[in-house]
């Protein structure tokens, strides 16, 4: 069975990538930019699978697939930049869901009062 790959080895391997470039890492700025660009490219073939705007044919076949791996790229990017640790980030983001916003939706095992 393949275990995959932990957030932090996705941040070093990311960061291996980047290191072997003069270039290094874009300014915040810079990679916010770019993070929109993707998230711009991943809602553009969102909306060509299931909105109402059809792709032209002279458009090329983007998988959601890919735009979802390089907005995943870029916010790596961003966070190895920043020397931010995804895993702790995420950490912090779901113990703040589990929390303040612990009773905001109807648990699926929850039956129906009417």
Not at 38 to 44: Q, S, T
Not at 97 to 113: A, C, G, H, M, Y
Request: aromatic share 8%; with cysteine; net charge negative.
């Amino acid at each position: 069975m393949n275990k995959g790959k932990s957030m932090k080895e996705l941040q070093l391997e990311v960061d291996q990538y980047i290191s072997q470039f003069k270039e290094g890492y874009f300014s915040p700025l810079a990679m916010l930019a770019r993070l929109t660009e993707e998230l711009g490219e991943l809602a553009r073939e969102v909306n060509h699978h299931y909105g109402e705007k059809p792709k032209k044919s002279t458009e090329t076949e983007k998988a959601i697939e890919e735009e979802l791996g390089d907005l995943l790229f870029v916010t790596i990017c961003f966070a190895n930049s920043l020397n931010i640790d995804l895993e702790e980030a995420h950490d912090y983001v779901m113990n703040k869901f589990n929390t303040r916003d612990k009773n905001r939706w109807t648990r699926i095992d929850q039956e129906s009062v009417e």
